[in-house]
């Protein structure tokens, strides 16, 4: 089933537990182990306006990127994420084949700014994947019209981000109804997922399940799911699942070498994994800085970030206002428990 692949974010994603300082040996060895296991795409990390330093994976140009990748990648590909405001486009380099993938992310609010960019990265020869953040916060029409936009544009792919981890089977089913029947059927469909709701292996397994046959495409994931709390899909489970159900024949033990040797170290210091106070910011599909503000009160239960977080209209949702939420606290702190929220909004 060459038409599904295998994106492992590690690097990237998961560079938000660690400040992406995995160490120049440790990064290295990622790489050489999820080539072993034939991992078919590795996100290597972030380019953005930054200094370069060797530990990290976060790089001002492609120049620096590739001095951490082997000489012979056989058949891996390797890729790259930029948020559109982070980066300076004009300082890319034209592909020479040895990156071949940049992803790029934007908001529902700079999409056209966004789009703009993504032309620019498809300009200078690189495989652009579109990937807007939160898809859960687009109605159906706006979808449309982003599918519109991006069909003119034509990128190599688009991704389905549950960026919240809101994503349930129902809403899953109809996004991939959406895209599937609007995008154009050579453009390559991705799926990235969040643990919040403790359901990306179940809803990557459902992806597999209704996916148009004839289209390709490619599930993110990463080693023991690291990335930002809660974490995403882990790829050693969906490798073993399209092993036993999809024919693929991924070898998992240098993955779990990998998981041993840099993953549960990384782990140990700075855990992710399922967490209720992360279930709640999904369930409104909030941005996830709502739940860890309101985290660092250390006085609040469950109970009451529930009570407030549902508090949060629409309009402020998808991004983050650290005013706003503490406005929200104060006055849940001074009612004793009652949030009136025409009185802060």
Same mark, same amino acid.
């Given at each position: 089933?060459?038409?599904?692949?295998?994106?492992?974010?590690?690097?990237?994603?998961?560079?938000?537990?660690? +400040?992406?300082?995995?160490?120049?040996?440790? =990064?290295?060895?990622?790489?050489?182990?999820?080539?072993? !296991?034939?991992?078919?795409?590795?996100?290597?990390?972030?380019?953005?306006?930054?200094?370069?330093?060797?530990?990290?994976?976060? @790089?001002?140009?492609?120049?620096?990127?590739?001095?951490?990748?082997?000489?012979? #990648?056989?058949?891996?590909?390797?890729?790259?994420?930029?948020?559109?405001?982070?980066?300076?486009?004009?300082?890319?380099?034209?592909?020479?084949?040895?990156?071949?993938?940049?992803?790029?992310? @934007?908001?529902?609010?700079? @999409?056209?700014?966004?789009?703009?960019?993504?032309?620019?990265?498809?300009?200078?020869?690189?495989?652009?994947?579109?990937?807007?953040?939160?898809?859960?916060?687009?109605?159906?029409?706006?979808?449309?019209?982003?599918?519109?936009?991006?069909?003119?544009?034509?990128?190599?792919?688009?991704? =389905?981000?549950?960026?919240?981890?809101?994503?349930?089977?129902?809403?899953?089913?109809?996004?991939?109804?959406?895209?599937?029947?609007?995008?154009?059927?050579?453009?390559?469909?991705?799926?990235?997922? %969040?643990?919040?709701?403790?359901?990306?292996?179940?809803?990557?397994?459902?992806?597999?399940?209704?996916? /148009?046959?004839?289209?390709?495409?490619?599930?993110?994931?990463? &080693?023991?799911?690291?990335?930002? $709390? *809660?974490?995403?899909?882990?790829?050693?489970?969906?490798?073993?699942?399209?092993?036993?159900?999809?024919?693929?024949?991924?070898?998992?033990? *240098? $993955?779990?070498? !990998?998981?041993?040797?840099? =993953?549960? #170290?990384?782990?140990? +210091?700075? *855990?992710?994994?399922?967490?209720?106070?992360?279930?709640?910011?999904?369930?409104?599909?909030?941005?996830?800085?709502?739940?860890?503000?309101? &985290?660092?009160?250390?006085?609040?239960?469950?109970?009451?970030? %529930?009570?407030?977080? +549902?508090?949060? #209209?629409?309009?402020?949702?998808?991004?983050?206002?650290?005013?706003?939420? /503490?406005?929200?606290?104060?006055?849940?702190?001074?009612?004793?428990?009652?949030?009136?929220?025409?009185?802060?909004?």
């Amino acid at each position: 089933m060459e038409n599904i692949r295998l994106l492992d974010c590690t690097l990237r994603d998961g560079g938000y537990i660690n +400040q992406w300082d995995f160490g120049e040996k440790t =990064i290295k060895s990622i790489i050489a182990r999820l080539m072993e !296991a034939g991992t078919d795409i590795i996100e290597v990390g972030f380019l953005r306006n930054c200094t370069w330093e060797k530990d990290k994976t976060l @790089f001002p140009s492609m120049k620096e990127l590739k001095k951490l990748l082997p000489k012979n #990648p056989g058949n891996t590909q390797f890729g790259a994420m930029i948020l559109h405001n982070q980066y300076d486009v004009e300082k890319l380099e034209p592909c020479d084949g040895t990156v071949n993938i940049i992803r790029v992310t @934007f908001h529902d609010y700079d @999409f056209r700014e966004g789009l703009a960019f993504c032309a620019k990265i498809k300009a200078k020869g690189y495989q652009l994947f579109v990937n807007p953040i939160n898809i859960m916060g687009y109605s159906d029409q706006q979808l449309l019209q982003l599918l519109e936009k991006v069909n003119h544009l034509h990128p190599y792919g688009f991704s =389905i981000v549950d960026t919240f981890g809101s994503m349930t089977g129902r809403e899953l089913t109809r996004i991939y109804s959406l895209c599937e029947n609007n995008l154009a059927k050579d453009i390559v469909l991705g799926l990235h997922l %969040h643990e919040n709701m403790a359901q990306s292996y179940s809803l990557a397994q459902s992806f597999l399940k209704i996916r /148009e046959q004839g289209r390709c495409c490619v599930l993110d994931a990463s &080693l023991n799911g690291m990335g930002r $709390v *809660p974490g995403n899909l882990c790829i050693e489970l969906i490798m073993d699942y399209l092993n036993r159900h999809f024919g693929k024949s991924y070898d998992l033990d *240098p $993955v779990l070498d !990998a998981i041993e040797e840099s =993953i549960s #170290p990384i782990k140990q +210091q700075e *855990p992710w994994g399922y967490m209720a106070e992360y279930f709640l910011s999904a369930k409104f599909n909030l941005h996830r800085n709502y739940a860890e503000y309101l &985290l660092t009160k250390g006085s609040l239960s469950s109970r009451d970030m %529930h009570q407030i977080l +549902q508090m949060i #209209p629409k309009e402020k949702k998808s991004a983050f206002d650290r005013d706003f939420i /503490e406005g929200l606290y104060q006055q849940y702190e001074k009612s004793g428990g009652k949030v009136n929220v025409s009185r802060v909004y």
